[in-house]
């Protein structure tokens, strides 16, 4: 089983919509965890960090639920700019390992 | 510009044939990591560095080596490549050596091994 499981997708979404999809990880003992932003093969970039009583960014939200053991990324009022492939990342540890997600696919459609 | 930069962004090899690819920050970064990204499988972490001369295997360390004699410099080396290191390969450098640091990636060294 994989250390870090995110639905594939792709999610389709209507400009202006909602959309929520989480990330799912195997180690409780996992410390952090960050939502990253990937488009079509190029740099992840840092999108945000989840916060234990979960936070929010503009139109996105973050949750992290420990007693189920897993994240949520929610994007509000979907921009065609947002569409990319969004990573889950966790740390086990505070040395250095990061554990990362296979990603999953947003499309925003006009 | 800060930044992280990585060489060559595309790279067509034969199996056998070492090869190097380089990577640099200008951050004064403490923490560097390379990871390799293949399809469905996402990025999985290859090497990582807390510091100058210290580092440390990720999940997926088998054929790859590095190297961190300057704190800027965090090069990737393949002695033997065979066709299944074909892969999308990044850089990474972060401040610090805490890992909940964010992140800041090179632009991606495309690698194919024939």
């Known amino acids: 089983r994989k250390e870090v499981e995110q639905d594939p997708g792709p999610f389709n979404v209507p400009e202006g919509a909602t959309v929520a999809f989480n990330c799912t990880y195997s180690?409780?003992?996992?410390?952090?965890f960050f939502w990253y932003r990937q488009d079509c093969r190029k740099e992840p970039k840092l999108l945000m960090s989840?916060?234990?009583s979960g936070n929010e960014d503009g139109r996105f939200t973050a949750q992290l639920n420990r007693a189920s053991q897993y994240i949520s990324l929610l994007i509000r009022d979907s921009k065609l700019s947002d569409s990319a492939t969004y990573l889950c990342?966790?740390?086990?540890?505070?040395?250095?390992?990061?554990?990362f997600g296979a990603g999953t696919q947003v499309v925003v459609t006009p | 510009e800060a930044q992280v930069t990585q060489n060559p962004r595309y790279l067509i090899t034969v199996t056998g044939k070492k090869l190097t690819v380089t990577c640099s920050q200008n951050?004064?970064?403490?923490?560097m990591s390379w990871y390799r990204q293949d399809p469905g499988l996402g990025l999985r972490q290859i090497y990582y560095?807390?510091?100058?001369?210290?580092?440390d295997k990720g999940d997926v360390p088998e054929g790859y080596k590095v190297s961190r004699k300057e704190k800027r410099n965090f090069p990737l080396i393949l002695e033997s490549p065979s066709p299944n290191q074909t892969s999308l390969y990044f850089c990474?450098?972060?401040?610090?050596?805490?890992?909940?640091?964010?992140?800041?990636f090179g632009p991606g060294t495309r690698l194919t091994v024939l």
């Open positions: 990342v966790v740390t086990t540890d505070s040395w250095g390992k990061l554990q």
């Open positions: 989840v916060y234990s």
């Open positions: 560095s807390m510091n100058v001369e210290v580092t």
């Open positions: 180690n409780s003992a996992s410390q952090s």
């Open positions: 951050m004064n970064h403490e923490y």
């Open positions: 990474a450098s972060s401040p610090a050596v805490r890992s909940y640091n964010e992140q800041f």
